[in-house]
Nanobody, 122 residues
């Protein structure tokens, strides 16, 4: 079983910065893709950024160069550095892992963390 645990959320004023972290644990051989999604009140969950095991990164257009995603050397932790935050960035941010392969060769898709709340005030 694979678990994702997020940390780093909090409350900041507009223009401030936060760094989110997400660590995967469990029986893991490889994680193909890790990323961040967010869900604002009354809105659907949307992609913020994701990174493949090969280093390919994808960002939502609303990021506009403000956020940066990275993974550690073992590829089991993913970070999201968020700068110049805006009130519209207020949401619960969820970590996602896709293409998780355990040592037995089983493959899991769509593993989610419980989320961490980011609140940006004017």
């Amino acid at each position: 079983q694979v678990q994702l645990v997020e940390s780093g959320g909090g409350s900041v004023q507009a223009g401030g910065s936060l760094r989110l972290s997400c660590t995967a644990s469990g029986s893991i051989f490889k994680i193909n893709e890790m990323g961040w999604y967010r869900e604002a009140p009354g809105k659907q969950r949307e992609l913020v950024a994701k990174e493949s095991s090969g280093g390919t990164k994808n960002y939502a257009t609303f990021v506009r160069g403000r956020f940066s995603i990275s993974r550690n050397g073992t590829k089991s932790t993913v970070y999201l550095q968020m700068n110049n935050l805006e009130p519209e960035d207020t949401a619960v941010y969820f970590c996602n892992a896709d293409g998780v392969i355990n040592p037995q060769g089983d493959r899991y898709v769509g593993v989610w963390g419980r989320g961490t709340l980011v609140t940006v005030s004017e």
